[in-house]
């Protein structure tokens, strides 16, 4: 498993399938702990002169290589003030865990200035608040420097000591703060992580401003592997354009996780498609970002469907109650319209269903559902007449949470559950462009939203045999 900066150091993210020399900035740092005189045993015994005070001589030191993976093949920043003077430094930690001949494990590490050290696993001092974290000892050509910390998450906090290589000379410890480096993202060297794309089409919808934008993604059939490692499949967009997808972990803007990351290179802006499949269909993000900068410039939920293994179809038609043209909800195999023009009608492109046929359905406040099953050829100038809901109509219960605090600026988190009388229901939940089905078993469903013009949010429910849901609700735009 490999690491390469690629997210928020854009000139790095090299033209085609990302990636020949993307861990150019850091070549100087892969060094071999054997050829450095610097060695576990040193450390340990720098180590033991800096924090036996206060405590018993045998400092303990972990033999346990797992104590150590939580830093394994990551970078840290960590910052200490010297008087008014505030440093950082960046320190590279390796991926192999050496032993040392009686046990003791250490990581190998490199700061920003390339000089190595070795970190290691041991208890602290009272003074240090005592317990159990990291000590990282780099030797350069001036100082050898100390941090001690312990972790939270990707936050760290200890304190940094050094001493002149010189004169002997040792330094007060001034308080250390650190935070991992989001920016060393693990990217899948295994070809079998792209398998599933290879040889695919699939067409990927987003939505700006109430206008829909599809892109098609044409994936070739072979895996390559550049010199680093990587593993990458090349696609052609819509326009022919030429880009690369690896497997890799998500910045937490685009939903953190793992999944596909594909982009299309372009002279000042990459066009990126991060997303998770499950069998045919996708879900995530579309964004475009700045080369110079790195910034993603806009964030939009992105949902995908495979078209390569699935007939698509043309259905069309109207919605009318004996006559008069309706403002209804069309649903036709997981795709979604509204008959809301003058006239009612309907018009668009449906997968088949693995029985080569459309399940059609229409809902519209006031009426009863309606639902048709049959094949693609009565499809086509098929009317849809809706009969008025029964005094004994349905209603679905249908919770809602409204969340701007954790959404992308301009738009909303919303999560909830779809039931009846305490059953969940199997249903489609709406709002605002974007859409998901509540089908997992639990009823439950989550959506990140735009907010309208108006600053609301607008939310239906659709579920065979039941009314239509549907709430506005005014939110504070979250900017």
């Not at 250490?106 to 005592?130: A, H, K, R």
């Not at 038609?317 to 036709?332: D, F, K, Q």
Request: proline share 4%; charged share 20%.
């Amino acid at each position: 498993m490999k690491k390469a900066f690629i997210y928020f150091v854009p000139s790095l993210v090299i033209f085609c399938f990302i990636c020949e020399g993307i861990l150019a900035d850091t070549e100087p740092l892969k060094k071999k702990a054997d050829d450095i005189p610097f060695t576990i045993e040193a450390s340990v015994n720098t180590i033991k002169e800096r924090i036996k005070k206060g405590i018993r001589s045998d400092v303990w030191f972990s033999k346990n290589a797992g104590d150590l993976e939580v830093l394994r093949d990551t970078v840290w920043e960590f910052t200490y003030k010297v008087g008014s003077a505030e440093y950082t430094d960046s320190i590279m930690f390796e991926t192999d865990v050496e032993t040392a001949p009686d046990g003791t494990v250490g990581l190998g590490c490199f700061n920003q200035g390339n000089s190595f050290g070795w970190v290691l696993y041991t208890e602290f001092p009272i003074s240090m608040g005592g317990g159990r974290g990291f000590a990282a000892t780099i030797e350069g050509p001036v100082l050898e420097e100390y941090y001690f910390f312990k972790i939270t998450g990707n936050a760290a906090s200890g304190y940094y000591q050094s001493e002149n290589t010189d004169t002997g000379m040792s330094y007060d410890f001034y308080m250390l703060t650190g935070k991992r480096d989001n920016s060393d993202v693990w990217i899948s060297d295994d070809p079998g992580d792209l398998e599933s794309l290879c040889g695919a089409i699939w067409e990927f919808t987003s939505d700006t401003d109430g206008v829909a934008y599809t892109h098609v993604l044409t994936f070739e059939t072979t895996v390559e592997t550049d010199d680093e490692g990587y593993a990458m499949l090349p696609y052609r967009d819509h326009k022919g354009r030429i880009g690369g997808t690896v497997y890799s972990e998500f910045p937490s803007a685009l939903g953190s996780g793992y999944g596909f990351y594909a982009i299309t290179p372009g002279p000042s802006q990459n066009q990126i498609y991060a997303f998770k499949i499950s069998d045919n269909s996708a879900g995530g993000f579309q964004t475009i970002q700045d080369i110079s900068t790195g910034e993603f410039l806009m964030i939009l939920p992105m949902t995908g469907i495979r078209k390569d293994e699935t007939e698509w179809v043309k259905i069309s038609g109207s919605v009318t109650y004996e006559g008069t043209p309706l403002c209804a909800m069309v649903l036709a195999n997981g795709q979604h319209m509204f008959s809301c023009g003058d006239d009612g009608s309907y018009e668009m492109e449906v997968p088949l269903d693995e029985n080569g046929e459309i399940t059609l359905f229409g809902f519209c406040d006031g009426f009863a559902p309606f639902e048709r099953i049959s094949g693609p050829w009565e499809m086509t100038d098929y009317d849809i007449l809706m009969s008025l809901a029964g005094s004994d109509s349905r209603d679905m219960s249908l919770t809602s949470r409204f969340d701007t605090t954790q959404a992308t600026p301009g738009w909303v988190k919303i999560s909830g559950s779809v039931t009846y009388k305490g059953t969940p229901l199997c249903a489609m939940v709406l709002a605002n462009g974007q859409y998901m089905f509540s089908c997992a078993g639990d009823g439950k469903y989550e959506l990140e939203v735009p907010l309208d013009e108006n600053g609301e949010i607008t939310l239906f429910g659709f579920c065979d045999g039941f009314q239509p849901f549907k709430q506005i609700r005014k939110l504070p735009i979250n900017k």
